[in-house]
T-cell receptor, first 115, second 113 residues
Framework: AQSVSQHNHHVILSEAASLELGCNYS??????LFWYVQYPGQHLQLLLK??????LVKGIKGFEAEFIKSKFSFNLRKPSVQWSDTAEYFC?????????????FGIGTKLQVIP | DGGITQSPKYLFRKEGQNVTLSCEQN?????MYWYRQDPGQGLRLIYY???????QKGDIAEGYSVSREKKESFPLTVTSAQKNPTAFYLC????????????FGQGTRLTVV
């Protein structure tokens, strides 16, 4: 069964600090991995995705993530966070279960950036 | 504009009543999903559908039912059998290419009193 684990449930950082949010997945097939962000009061939206090629993927607003197949990980990073990055971040895997496409999310990480 | 519309945004129901949440998309997506979002529990999959008249149970399907009579529509019914129905419900859709991202509606906050 496919699953996603996010280890940091609540992170508090000062502005300009570096960010790394952990994501590990369990899925036996070809992975398609995503990070979504939910700003307060807004829809979930795509931050970045990986499906093949360069394991280091860049997304919007300076975010990047690295796919490490041997560790089943897809950690999200940003070198210097801003107050506007305060949001909830979700890692997700899009896999196939019983012949059906299925998107599974992690528990989410709430990021609070202090000015 | 293409997108997903969930209605209503807020819904109140008395305990013991069934209630149906609407989800409509005009993105021509084949796959649609219903998630429940609770604090500290992330997004948990309730039901998903890949084609019209076919749908699969997700991880927490008990007490819920769905239909997929049209490609654009995937309504969710929260039945009286759902023990803890008060929650935030999100509808999403994707294309069948697994590279594509999921698009989400604005969500419906259901409160059962």
């Amino acid at each position: 069964a496919q699953s996603v684990s996010q280890h940091n449930h609540h992170v508090i950082l000062s502005e300009a600090a570096s960010l790394e949010l952990g994501c590990n997945y369990s899925y036996g097939g070809t992975v398609n991995l995503f990070w979504y962000v939910q700003y307060p009061g807004q829809h979930l939206q795509l931050l970045l995705k990986y499906f093949s090629g360069d394991p280091l993927v860049k997304g919007i607003k300076g975010f990047e993530a690295e796919f490490i197949k041997s560790k089943f990980s897809f950690n999200l990073r940003k070198p210097s966070v801003q107050w506007s990055d305060t949001a909830e971040y979700f890692c997700a895997v899009n896999g196939v279960s019983g012949g059906y496409q299925k998107v599974t999310f992690g528990i989410g990480t709430k990021l609070q950036v202090i000015p | 504009d293409g997108g997903i519309t969930q209605s209503p945004k807020y819904l109140f129901r008395k305990e013991g009543q069934n209630v149906t949440l609407s989800c409509e998309q005009n993105l021509n997506h084949d796959a649609m999903y219903w998630y429940r979002q609770d604090p500290g529990q992330g997004l948990r999959l309730i039901y998903y559908s890949q084609i019209v008249n076919d749908f699969q149970k997700g991880d927490i399907a008990e007490g819920y039912s769905v239909s997929r009579e049209k490609k654009e529509s995937f309504p969710l019914t929260v039945t009286s059998a759902q023990k803890n129905p008060t929650a935030f419900y999100l509808c999403a859709s994707t294309g069948l290419n697994r590279n594509t991202e999921a698009f989400f509606g604005q969500g419906t906050r259901l409160t059962v009193v």
